[in-house]
């Protein structure tokens, strides 16, 4: 599937009909017959809730009806990074108009830590201060404005200490929030030694704010006994089950988590939405009140984690070819005061150390710096985006040394037959996938003509530059910690023939409900229509995963899918008596759900029996129309004693490339030209798959370039809002945009219907913008040098660039026509 | 009492207090959750609504604005359109229709906002259809973010909504709305409006206000205003609204320029500023978004006196005057006179701006702008220079630098001025005027970029300008010295 870019009206029409024949050309989706009209997996439906969004009608938690008398919640947040906790005085604020309750960590019933994973995260500060923006206690209060203008009123002393802002330095003195992990392949030092060519460099790679437009929020209503109903944004329901109920002191089975939709997510809401949570819960409880907290966009800003900040080090050895021999990378994760995901995160970083090359024989560390400023967290990509930023930097800087063009590079390091295996050890299978989808987007991109016009471009013009470059992406699909890989369903068929499906799952934009409804539409052989999702809730399915890892059509479509096959079963058994009991019964074999009826026998001898009258008859002959599903994902493992294993069940491979134009006086810059071959096995979806890659792209290629988080000396984030925090806006978009999904490669694991995750891999796409802008600002310097670009690479770092690199060609060239 | 019309019905809201937003009214008093909060700082769009007023032919014009930070009392007499307002019953608005086919929602928050600024883009293409350009469609979507769908879709429903049949809202059926809509706005008129929010309609009434309660704000587009509630929590509980003023609201034409009333919008300056000053037009485009520029006025940026607002460098640069007025009565001074320091203006206590003065550029002038900001729409200006100058027999006459973003104020670069006015526009003169930069200022560090890069950025400017200068004067075949995107 193809989307077209001309700005023409004729463009949707155009991008219809080439939909049209898209649809279903999945091998496994042409098993069906009339699967357009069923909306089975393969064919693009709208999301689920997509009139809904248009209207005004989708509910998001604020939207949510609540009694007249429901407490607003406003936090009273740290100003300072570090230090102590002397006086907190909340006289003042107790006494404010409209003021109800407020709290502090000594008003906590039950646990006071709620550290997602490991310990560290004290739902308020005791008397240990740790980044600004961490939570000293909470007023709820008759109105939203009332409660956030009392905290305004408390008298907070702390003692301060110096704020430890660089993770560099805290490496140094091996602060850490865990412990360091390394991963070894072969002798790294003998590579290094042996090899005809070494680079050695480091660079910077920023954080990145999530900016889900729906800011944190949550409504808790008190229950009849001691427990509470949460209504949450949230990507991990049964984590926030968990910690409410560790909380307040009460058994899991007495809290319940709602969650419908959230208005944007991308990790930011896996672990960061529960603390809200417990606050309004234990509010509730006091109050017998129901509850609601909304963070206002800065606050959510600096009360939140972030996508980690990486400082990265290289030293890496490659022959008279440019293919790398090995050598030795160091990460060092920017985590925050707390652990948090980090741990797995700076896994992920080190997992993708290789990106898509052959390392060789090396030696990747990775260590998890302790900072003080708010814990940061997942975000789409997982530590993997900063990982692989590496080795996309070196392949310019081998390509430069060698003068080279850094596509030739890239293609020399691909993984390949006898190259095919990870510094952690597992096999990279689907290589002809890798390299078809490589060629197959050089073509179309038509890169080696560009190339030329480009350096023709550039040899004209003194000023404006431009840039290019492909850049691929192999990520690894599973969450790293093998017992999140499973996944529920709960599955109702009712008497009037209509389904509905719940799982462990949230949505949160990326299409999930509607992809599992099309699997279950598929496997009932039912109409879209009649399948429906309800709110994820934990009293639904338990002890579910959080929707995050890319994994949540995987694993709750497989689950979805077992329910489905599971009652297909029971069904078939009871229509082969039941039907034409008179005449020995249905054939049982090859009977199938199909175009809305049960299908037994062929040609002659067929018969149909429509979904309604079978539903209606096992009901009356008590056979049960509910079922659960259940799935975990086979093979992965991982040995962190020896750094070995296969975490990953699968890879997901893509490759983009950017061209740029680089103002090198001003450091504006434009994307001009975008073009993507992205591949998702065989697509569940295709038009909700196209918008993973390309909101992705785009997510990925904003947090290269303008979304800059600074923080000041003291520690505090000075970019706390949409005025000073830039993320893409539409005027951002390439006027050239060609984004296609990879045809003809089916999973090659037996994933759901050979489909690919998709939420994460195309983040990384984004680097191509990035290499591209260092291409260009390579030109002003005959394309000897890449330039150290850190991330995000602002107008201000491009200009900077572009300065350093005249200056050392000036110096260059007096040094040249200096007197001997 | 604001009295207006909601999506075709009329609604009276007593009691409201002065400092609440559209957004507020609606989502917390009406119970109307369509229209979501994002920000509440006017930048991600996603409180999108539009506002309807009669234009010169009496029939409604509706316009974006950002529900979080305009004033709920600015709705007395408009029509208010939101989300819930479009369909007809099931039948979606084209808008609407065109979003749910072409994919354009994700998670969907951004997506009711998204909604109304295509609406206001249908209602314009309905009345004078133009062909949609990749400007015009950032123009009208640069105010809204959308951080799921990375736009594609969002574009192609833009383009694609004329193909959808035109249902209309149902209240587009009632022939009455606008008369409806005017008559209120007439009745009004009348009224003497009293309370903690009042909207004057002449210069006389604002004066005596003015005398009156010393200590009430001002308040125009409040795009710059509002921020004090909705992000500092101040109580704004005394408001004097100057958007209804007759006389602010003039543009008045002289042989020798442009009296531009204090409250005329950025939106009614557009084709005045196309056809005379096309170089402040373009910055237009990269100022703010759509909602802010129908809703700010020029005289509240220069009354905010922000050293990184848009417009003063570029009135500086123009040699723009500025007439403020008062219970005392009326004065003139040069702008380079108005701003003082940080923030602080020849504003006397209970004076207002009139009106600003805009002399007519005469054929030789020339006028650049370019704007410095990490992202090209709706952001906020790192460095911003404006350059003014002629050509006279080769040298170069009434030079004119200012930059924003460089200093306390908005001010003019007078030492590299000096090096330029008389000389020829050679390298080694530009070069000391670009030495002479660093004598000028002596710009800080903040979120927006370094002092070392501003520095470096403002010279690079004037290194720009003399490439350009040197292209037109040799007609070179036209060697690009900056991005399409940013030229004009
Ligand atoms: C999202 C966003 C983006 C923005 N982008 C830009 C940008 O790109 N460039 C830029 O320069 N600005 C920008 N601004 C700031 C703002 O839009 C402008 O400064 C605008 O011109 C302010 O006009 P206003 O009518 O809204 O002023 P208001 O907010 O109504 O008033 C601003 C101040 O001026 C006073 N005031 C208003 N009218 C008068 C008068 N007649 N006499 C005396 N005092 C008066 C008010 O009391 C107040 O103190 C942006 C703001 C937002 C929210
Ligand atoms: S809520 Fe973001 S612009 Fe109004
Ligand atoms: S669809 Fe999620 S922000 Fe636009």
Redesign the interface.
């Known amino acids: 599937m193809r989307?077209l870019t001309e700005?023409?009206?004729a463009?949707?029409?155009a991008?219809?009909d080439q939909q049209g024949r898209n649809k279903g050309d999945g091998p496994l989706a042409r098993e069906t017959s009339d699967i357009a009209r069923q909306g089975a997996p393969g064919t693009t439906r709208?999301?689920e809730?997509?009139?809904?969004?248009?209207?005004?009608?989708?509910?998001?938690i604020?939207?949510l009806q609540a009694p007249a008398d429901a407490l607003h919640v406003a936090l009273g947040l740290s100003p300072v990074a570090h230090g102590r906790l002397t006086r907190l005085d909340l006289e003042k604020v107790k006494s404010a108009p409209g003021v109800v309750d407020v709290i502090t960590i000594v008003d906590v019933p039950g646990h006071t830590d709620i550290g997602p994973v490991f310990p560290g995260d004290p739902i308020f500060a005791d008397d240990e201060i740790s980044y600004v923006g961490q939570c000293l206690f909470a007023v709820a209060a008759e109105?939203h404005?009332a409660a956030?203008?009392a905290v305004?009123l408390a008298s907070v002393e702390i003692d301060e200490r110096p704020a430890s802002l660089d993770p560099v330095a805290a490496a140094e003195r091996e602060e850490f929030v865990r412990p360091t992990h390394v991963q070894q392949s072969g002798d790294w030092q003998a590579a290094l030694s042996g090899a005809a060519h070494v680079i050695e460099s480091e660079q910077f790679v920023g954080g990145q704010e999530?900016?889900?437009?729906?800011?944190q929020a949550c409504l808790v209503q008190p229950t009849e006994d001691e427990g509470v109903i949460v209504h949450t944004s949230n990507q991990h329901p049964s984590e926030t089950q968990k910690l409410v109920a560790e909380v307040l002191d009460i058994p899991f089975h007495a809290v319940t988590v709602e969650m419908r939709?959230?208005?944007?997510?991308?990790g930011g809401k896996e672990t960061q939405a529960s603390p809200w949570a417990c606050i309004a819960a234990i509010i509730a409880r006091r109050t017998g009140r129901t509850t609601r907290v909304r963070l206002?966009?800065?606050e959510d800003m600096r009360a939140t984690g972030k996508r980690h900040p990486f400082h990265n080090r290289y030293q890496l050895g490659f022959d008279a070819q440019g293919v790398l021999q090995g050598g030795d990378i160091t990460v060092i994760g920017d985590c925050g005061y707390s652990p948090d995901l980090s741990e797995a995160i700076v896994d992920r970083a080190m997992f993708h150390a290789d990106n898509a090359y052959s390392l060789g024989s090396a030696r990747v560390t990775g260590h998890r710096a302790k900072t003080h400023t708010a814990s940061n967290t997942a975000f789409r990509g997982f530590g993997g985006p900063q990982g692989m930023m590496i080795i996309e930097a070196a392949m310019d800087d081998i390509a430069r040394r060698l003068g080279q063009d850094p596509l030739t590079i890239r293609k020399r390091n691909l993984y390949r037959a006898g190259r095919d295996v990870t510094h952690y050890g597992q096999p990279v299978e689907q290589l002809g996938l890798l390299h078809d989808l490589i060629a197959q987007l050089e073509q179309s991109s038509d890169y080696w003509a560009r190339r030329e016009a480009v350096v023709a471009h550039n040899a004209?013009?003194?000023?404006?530059k431009k840039g290019l470059a492909l850049t691929p992406v192999k990520f690894g699909i599973s969450f790293t910690a093998k017992h999140l890989n499973q996944a529920g369903a709960l599955l109702h068929v009712y008497t009037d023939g209509s389904v509905m499906i719940n799982h462990g799952g949230t949505e949160?934009?990326?299409?999930l409900h509607t992809k599992v409804c099309q699997v279950v539409a598929r496997e009932l052989g039912l109409d879209l229509e009649q399948v429906r999702i309800s709110a994820t809730r934990t009293d639904k399915v338990p002890n579910t995963s959080p929707t995050a890892a890319s994994s949540g059509a995987d694993l709750n479509g497989q689950a979805a899918r077992d329910a489905c096959l599971t009652l297909k079963a029971r069904l078939f058994d009871f229509a082969a008596e039941h039907f034409g009991a008179d005449r020995g019964g249905l054939d049982r074999e090859g009977m199938r759900l199909e175009a809305g009826a049960l299908i037994a026998g062929s040609g002659e001898a067929e018969r149909r029996i429509p979904w309604g009258e079978l539903v209606q008859a096992a009901y009356l002959s008590r056979i049960s129309l509910s079922e659960k599903g259940f799935y975990s994902t086979p093979l992965i493992h991982y040995d962190r004693e020896t750094a070995k294993g296969r975490p990953f069940y699968y890879y997901a491979f893509g490759a983009a490339v950017a061209e740029v134009?680089v103002?090198t006086?001003?450091?504006?810059?434009?994307v001009d030209r975008v073009d993507i071959l992205h591949d998702v096995g065989d697509s569940l979806n295709p038009?909700?798959d196209?918008?993973q890659v390309?909101?992705?792209?785009?997510?990925g290629m904003g947090w290269l370039t303008?979304e800059?988080l600074?923080w000041n000396d003291a520690g505090r984030l000075?970019?706390d809002?949409?005025?000073?925090y830039?993320?893409?806006?539409?005027?951002?978009?390439p006027?050239v945009?060609n984004?296609e999904l990879m045809q003809g490669h089916p999973n090659s694991q037996a994933s759901i219907y050979r489909s690919k995750a998709v939420g994460e891999p195309p983040f990384m796409l984004g680097m191509a913008v990035w290499s591209a802008l260092r291409d260009a600002l390579s030109s002003l310097v005959d394309y000897r040098e890449a330039p150290r670009l850190d991330t995000p690479a602002?107008?201000?770092r491009v200009?900077?660039a572009a300065?350093a690199l005249r200056q050392r060609t000036l110096a260059s060239q007096e040094a040249h026509h200096a007197p001997a | 009492m604001i009295d207006f019309y909601l999506n075709g019905k009329r609604q009276r809201c007593n009691d409201v207090p002065a400092d609440t937003s559209i957004l507020e009214l609606l989502?917390?008093r009406l119970g109307q959750?369509?229209?979501?909060?994002?920000?509440?700082?006017g930048?991600?769009g996603?409180c999108t609504v539009a506002i309807g007023e009669p234009g010169d032919d009496g029939a409604l014009r509706y316009a974006a604005a950002n529900g979080c930070i305009t004033p709920a009392h600015q709705l007395d007499g408009c029509h208010l359109v939101?989300?819930?307002g479009?369909?007809r019953g099931d039948a979606?608005h084209p808008?609407?229709a065109?979003?749910?086919?072409?994919?354009?929602?994700?998670?969907?928050?951004?997506?009711?906002g998204i909604?109304m600024s295509l609406f206001t883009l249908h209602e314009e293409q309905r009345r004078t259809p133009t062909p949609?350009?990749?400007q015009r469609?950032?123009e009208v979507?640069?105010g809204?973010?959308?951080?799921?769908?990375?736009?594609?879709?969002?574009?192609?429903?833009a383009?694609?909504m004329?193909?959808y049949p035109d249902t209309h809202p149902l209240w587009a059926d009632d022939p009455d709305l606008a008369s409806n809509v005017a008559q209120l706005r007439s009745a009004k008129a009348s009224a003497t409006r009293g309370g903690h929010y009042v909207a004057p309609r002449d210069l006389a009434a604002l004066r005596k206000l003015k005398a009156e309660r010393p200590e009430a704000r001002l308040v125009a587009g409040a795009t710059d205003l509002w921020l004090e509630t909705t992000?500092q929590?101040k109580a704004l509980d005394d408001l004097i609204d100057v958007r209804q003023v007759a006389e602010l609201n003039a543009i008045e034409e002289t042989p020798q320029g442009w009296w531009i009333g204090a409250a005329v919008t950025y939106s009614r300056l557009e084709p005045l500023f196309e056809t005379h000053f096309p170089a402040f037009a373009h910055l237009l485009h990269r100022f703010a978004s759509k909602q802010i520029r129908n809703r700010g006025t020029l005289g509240g940026n220069v009354a905010n006196a922000s050293p990184i607002g848009d417009s003063p460098p570029v009135l500086l640069a123009l040699d723009a005057r500025v007439s403020l007025d008062g219970p005392d009565g009326e004065r003139e001074l040069p702008l380079s006179d108005f701003f003082l320091d940080y923030k602080q203006t020849a504003l006397g206590a209970n004076e207002f701006i009139r009106a600003i003065f805009m002399p007519r550029p005469d054929e030789a002038q020339n006028l650049k702008v370019?704007k410095?900001?990490?992202?090209?729409?709706?952001?906020?200006s790192?460095v911003l220079g404006a350059f003014a100058w002629r050509l006279d027999d080769g040298v170069m006459r009434d030079v004119r630098l200012a930059f924003g973003g460089m200093a306390a104020i908005p001010k003019r670069a007078a030492a590299a001025e000096a090096i330029l006015e008389g000389q020829a526009p050679d390298d080694t003169t530009f070069a000391d005027a670009r030495a002479a930069l660093a004598q000028d200022f002596q710009p800080m560090s903040?979120?927006?970029?370094?002092a070392?890069?501003r520095q470096?950025?403002a010279s690079?400017?004037l290194?720009?300008l003399r490439?350009m200068i040197d292209a037109d004067r040799h007609a070179t075949p036209q060697?690009?010295?900056?991005?399409?995107?940013?030229a004009h």
């Not at chain 2, 410095?372 to 906020?380: A, G, N, P, Q, T």
Request: with cysteine; net charge negative.
């Open positions: 989307t700005l023409s009206p463009s949707a029409k991008r219809a709208a999301h809730s997509a009139v809904k969004h248009v209207t005004g009608r989708a509910a998001y604020d939207d109105s404005q956030r203008r305004t999530h900016f889900y437009l729906e800011g939709r959230m208005g944007g997510g991308f206002p966009r800065a004209r013009n003194p000023i404006i949160m934009g990326q299409g134009s103002d006086l001003s450091g504006e810059y434009l038009a909700i196209i918008g390309e909101g992705g792209f785009i997510q303008s800059e600074k000075v970019s809002g949409p005025a000073t830039k993320i893409p806006a539409f005027g951002d978009l006027p945009f984004v602002t107008p201000e200009l900077m300065e | 989502r917390t959750t369509g229209t979501k909060e994002g920000c509440a700082s930048d991600c996603a939101t989300v819930e479009l369909a979606l808008a609407q065109a979003m749910v086919e072409c994919h354009g929602s994700q998670c969907g928050f951004c997506t009711p909604v949609l350009s990749q469609l950032e979507l640069g809204n973010l959308c951080r799921c769908t990375g736009y594609r879709p969002i574009r192609d429903a383009l694609s004329n193909d992000q929590l370019w410095l900001s990490k992202r090209r729409e709706d952001d906020i790192a903040d979120v927006r970029g370094s070392e890069y470096v950025a690079n400017l290194e720009r490439l060697q690009e010295v900056t991005l399409h995107a940013y």
